[in-house]
């Protein structure tokens, strides 16, 4: 196999095509499968790119052992979504060590030199979990409930990513200002739709009385509404569980729609364009920003109708 991705490889040189290693962190969310789909569409044989593609399935070491594999297949640039934040020192010096490019996607990394990467591109997960919190403050108000004790819960993602250490600082931020909301518990649910159903079956069964779900993907969401139907607990608009969610994939706003998910955070995986732009100035010698955030919303009842059609994932 490896034998034929050198041969490939060898044609890609001479084709003039730009390679471009790219480590993805795995398949574990619908969301996920929109990030990958963005990379492919954008860097294509016709766009000018070949890609040697990795799926770590979840694996610090998987990433690090492609990127080494990367490195020695001496290719023109490495892209790659970092599972956790920290660990990757050693590896980010032999990419730089070798001259190659370090696009850092989605995800970040936590370095003490950044001139290990060239640039990196993606959401602003602290700033997600803020506005959940800011969501939650005005909701409460709406509903005259600013005064109640309000039982929170949170199912987390992968421990150690941005996307869960960013929501889980933003919330808690917020939270910080209001003695009457009372986290009870944070769990990671992996970011997938059967560990969050697990979670959250277990959650409800600790708890009586939680008020609030705050949920930090959309595929454990689902999970967990199905916990919650299964225990014959209500929830979303008109329930006992306000429910509060991240991402906004297609199949979320369809439940915002019909009032089972209050709130969703955007995390936009539409990353794809950037990586080919980012590319093709460095391409021709121009400078990049070290950081690119792309843009984010948010969704409730009020406005999803109009982001339905054009949703593609
Ligand atoms: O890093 C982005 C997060 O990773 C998304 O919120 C989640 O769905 C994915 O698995």
New binding site residues.
């Given amino acids: 196999l490896f034998k034929g991705v050198e041969i490939e490889q060898a044609q890609a040189e001479q084709e003039d095509l730009i390679v471009v290693g790219v480590s993805q962190l795995g398949s ?5 499968s929109a990030h990958t789909l963005s990379i492919r569409d954008a860097l294509t044989k016709d766009a000018g790119y070949f890609l040697i593609w990795n799926n770590a399935r979840q694996m610090q070491e998987n990433q690090i052992k492609a990127i080494r594999g990367f490195i020695s297949q001496r290719v023109d640039y490495i892209v790659f ?1 970092p599972v956790v934040e920290t660990g990757w020192e050693t590896v980010l010096r032999e990419a730089k060590d070798a001259h190659i490019p370090v696009i850092i996607i ?2 970040m990394v936590d370095v003490e030199d950044d001139s290990l990467y060239t640039t990196w591109i993606g ?1 602003d997960a602290q700033e997600e979990g803020k506005r959940a919190g800011r969501w939650l403050e005005r909701y409460l108000r709406k509903n005259g409930r600013t005064l109640e004790e309000i039982n929170i819960v949170v199912l987390q ?2 421990i150690g ?3 869960e250490i960013g929501r889980s600082r933003g919330f808690q931020n917020i939270a910080g200002y209001h003695d009457n909301w009372h986290i009870l518990e944070q769990t990671t649910g992996d ?1 997938t739709a059967t560990r969050g159903k697990e979670v959250m079956r277990d959650m409800l069964r600790r708890h009586g009385d939680i008020d609030v779900l705050v949920s ?4 454990m969401t689902m999970g967990a509404i199905e916990a919650m139907q299964e225990a014959g607990v209500s929830y979303g608009e008109y329930g006992e569980v306000t429910v509060i969610s ?2 906004a994939i297609y199949d979320a706003l369809l439940l915002i729609k019909k009032g089972e998910i209050n709130v969703d955070i955007e ?1 936009n995986p539409v990353q794809g364009a950037y990586i080919d732009n980012v590319i093709q100035r460095l391409e021709k010698g121009e400078p990049v920003g070290k950081s690119y955030i792309v843009d984010e919303n948010v969704f409730t009842k009020e406005n999803v109708e109009k982001f339905l059609d054009g949703r593609t994932y």
């Fill in positions: 574990e969310s619908d969301w996920r979504a989605d995800r959401t993602g992968t990513s941005t996307a970011f930090q993907n959309d595929d991240f991402d995390c």
